[in-house]
């Protein structure tokens, strides 16, 4: 039995407080954020009296150790925003709890994410006795564990890695951004990078892209991006010789995203304004559909996966493994949009895993350490089932 404390009351927070709720293995939980009234309205929707809520700002070191310190978790899911990762994984530290989280940290006052800060926490996670469990969600999360999956059962070698990433939904709204609209736009304005050959490759901010064709929904326009899991995998994976990612983008909103750029709104340093400091694209947040709203009219469907190339038994072999999610479904479950959905499942997930003993490993570990096995055996009946094709054109 497993008491969690869940950090984070936002659209990937909703889902994991329904998947928490449903699953017998966790004996208590807790859900805690710096609204807590949006806790109490995840609570109320859920029903029943599984879920207690509280206030934390999970900025401060000493406030979450006071909520660990009476609560006494025995796991933390860090699904706040990535610029909290460091101060969790220290209260972690101090009242010796164990440690998930789906997004690596990111500084505040710089759009630069990779994963050496939480690394640097190995040794004193390693001698606590704890796990911490980085990057469980489905990119990074899913997207590694399907490479590891794959590379246990079906090759000897990967050598050529694709992650591709589709969502063809639409929710009817001008512009919005799925996940946290400060965190996506500081994503995706980054330079593009890419691993070939033993180091990485930089591109101009969504210079490359390429249409490929996703199962069930046909051809998409898709951009090369850099993205977090490819920092580890490559590490993981050394047979890998080129490793890149791949998102989907409609032109309306490559448009949007020019003219935010252009006129000065995805700035990230504080211009005065009115004799008060703001953040240009956290006002930008602020006036944006708040992503958690968009699922009631979302229509159409996600298709995350890999396409990988390598050997198996001396012969080259190619292998495609994804799942695709539909924002109808997902809403009806947990009243959030799919891509809310397709990242608090494996979060919750990864932390059934955690409690159930199956990924229990001391030390600060991404998730292609442990077995896939157990993990997949579960995705499907959590609600996303994932499809292999083997012997396919990758595209790519
Ligand atoms: P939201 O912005 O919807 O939710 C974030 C939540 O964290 C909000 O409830 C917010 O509180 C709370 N929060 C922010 N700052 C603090 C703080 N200092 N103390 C306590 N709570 C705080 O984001 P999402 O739910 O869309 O995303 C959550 C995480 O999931 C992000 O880290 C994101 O990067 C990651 N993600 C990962 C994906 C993957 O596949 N791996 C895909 C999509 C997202 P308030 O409501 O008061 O603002």
Known sequence: MCKVLIIGAGGVGTVVAHKVAANPVFSEIMLASRTKSKCDQIAAAIGGDRIQ???????????LC?????????????????YQDLTIMDACLECGVNYLDTANYEPLDEAHFEYS??????????????????????DPGVSAIFTAYAAKHHFDEIHYLDIVDCNAGNHGKAFATNFNPEINIREITQKGRYWENG???????????????????????????????????????????????WMTFGQEYLTHLRVIQDIGMARIDPIMYNGQEIVPIQFLKAVLPDP??????????????CRIRGIKDGKEKTYYIYNNCDHAEAYKETGTQAVSYTT????????????????????????????????????????????????????L
Not at 53 to 62: C, E, F, I, L, Y
Not at 66 to 82: C, G, H, T, Y
Not at 202 to 212: D, N, Q, R
Request: aromatic share 12%; with cysteine; charged share 25%.
């Open 199 to 245: 180091d990485w490759v930089t591109t101009g901010s969504l210079e490359i892209h390429k249409t490929l064709n996703y199962p069930n929904i046909g051809p998409r326009e898709s951009y090369l991006l850099y993205h977090e899991e490819l920092e580890s995998l490559v590490l993981n994976f050394p047979t890998i010789k080129r490793a890149r990612f």
């Open 344 to 395: 608090g499942v494996p979060a919750a997930l990864g932390a059934a895993m955690f409690a159930k003993g199956l990924w229990v490993k001391p030390g600060v570990h991404n998730v292609e350490e442990f077995d896939p096995d157990p993990f997949l055996a579960e995705l499907g009946p959590q609600g996303l089932p994932w499809v292999e094709l083997h012997d396919v054109d990758l595209e």
């Open 53 to 63: 809520t509280a206030k934390v700002d999970a900025d401060s070191v000493p406030e």
């Open 117 to 138: 800060w939480q690394w640097a926490y190995r040794e004193r996670f390693e001698k606590a006795g704890l796990t911490a469990i980085l990057g469980c969600g489905f």
């Open 292 to 305: 958690k709203t968009l699922g009631e009219n979302y229509h159409g469907e996600t298709s995350i996966g």
């Open 66 to 82: 006071e909520l660990m310190r009476s609560f006494k978790p025995d796991i933390v899911i860090n699904v706040a925003l990535p």
